[in-house]
């Protein structure tokens, strides 16, 4: 065997590893470039660094725990309308693990996986199901992302430096409503036909067959979807909220208008597949787009390393939280079942 073929044989055998490595150097380069290009003057990087409000830092980043409820309250109302019952501590506690998984898998939706696999398996129900929740969910999530940015539009935010983006936007906002229609009338789409012709999509047609009909579901909760898309609007909200008081902190004197725009265009970046959890993606095209707004160099690298570490911190309490809660239920399932003995006995 030559070695064009044993390359090949090896790279097939350990793809998923080989990716992700590729996308950690990545990620790691990305933050590296930042802080060289950027952090040019260390001793004003410093100087911000230390004369930053702690207080606002603190609440910025305690929106995040916020959000972590808001997310799963959103998760909630979804899941109940497929009859899964699953409570919004259970899935708090599943979404903050979440974002431990976001942070290294590829792309910001790798935490979605997990929280798919979790909740299916706790309501005992299929993945598939739990998948299309999880779908609906992001849906709200685009929608109203695409939502502020025209509202930021409106708002007089039309620019980034000298380049407009008011076209952009537009046609990010139509693209959200096209695949939210899309998504809620699936049948629109002869997804069948599109199956029937891929090989691939054949070998997992019944998982997208069964997607397809929980998608359609939704047509009968307008309500439990209007109700989402409200959740989702406020989520969003806290994110700007949190980006905003992170940035005040370091004497950043934007607009809260700046960052309505912001926000969802950085969030979009990171979910482009070719880096961990979109680390590097987000903090590079952050700082990228404070300088355009006329933000000194090192204060925009330092205000993105802080978001960066707070996901970080959040992160690796998702990652405590994964570790410590199988024990926590095992003593919760015990002292169940030790009750029950009691009552039985008396």
Do not use: C
């Amino acid at each position: 065997m030559d070695i064009k073929k044993r390359l090949v044989l090896f790279y097939r055998k350990n793809r998923k590893a080989i990716l992700l490595i590729i996308r950690l150097a990545i990620s790691i380069s990305l933050i590296i470039i930042l802080i060289k290009t950027q952090l040019k003057d260390l001793d004003l990087a410093v100087e911000t660094l230390k004369s930053a409000s702690r207080s606002l830092l603190l609440l910025a980043f305690l929106t995040h725990f916020v959000g972590v409820w808001i997310t799963a309250e959103r998760w909630r109302i979804l899941l109940r309308a497929q009859d899964i019952g699953l409570g919004a501590g259970t899935l708090s506690i599943t979404v903050l693990i979440g974002f431990f998984f976001s942070n290294f898998l590829p792309t910001t939706i790798g935490g979605d996986i997990y929280r798919i696999y979790d909740s299916s398996k706790r309501a005992g129900t299929t993945v598939e199901k739990a998948a299309s929740v999880i779908v609906v969910e992001r849906l709200s999530g685009v929608v109203s992302a695409a939502t502020y940015a025209i509202i930021a539009l409106f708002l007089g935010f039309t620019a980034i430096g000298e380049q407009s983006v008011i076209i952009p936007i537009v046609i990010f906002f139509a693209i959200s409503i096209i695949v939210g229609f899309f998504i809620i009338n699936p049948s629109v789409l002869r997804l069948n036909r599109l199956v029937d012709r891929v090989r691939f999509l054949q070998k997992i047609r019944e998982r997208l067959k069964n997607i397809y009909d929980t998608l359609k579901t939704f047509k009968k909760f307008k309500l439990v979807l209007l109700l989402a898309l409200f959740y989702s609007f406020v989520l969003q909200f806290m994110v700007i909220l949190s980006y905003y008081l992170a940035a005040r902190s370091l004497g950043i004197e934007l607009g809260l208008v700046v960052y309505i725009f912001i926000v969802p265009v950085v969030a979009v970046i990171a979910m482009l597949p070719i880096s961990i959890g979109g680390i590097g993606l987000r903090e590079n095209s952050l700082v990228f787009i404070l300088v355009a707004m006329g933000v000194v160099n090192e204060k925009a690298a330092v205000f993105s390393l802080i978001i960066f570490a707070m996901l970080i911190i959040l992160g690796a309490l998702g990652g405590i939280a994964y570790i410590i809660r199988p024990f926590f239920e095992k003593n919760t399932n015990q002292n169940i079942n030790n009750k029950e003995g009691e009552e039985k006995t008396d």
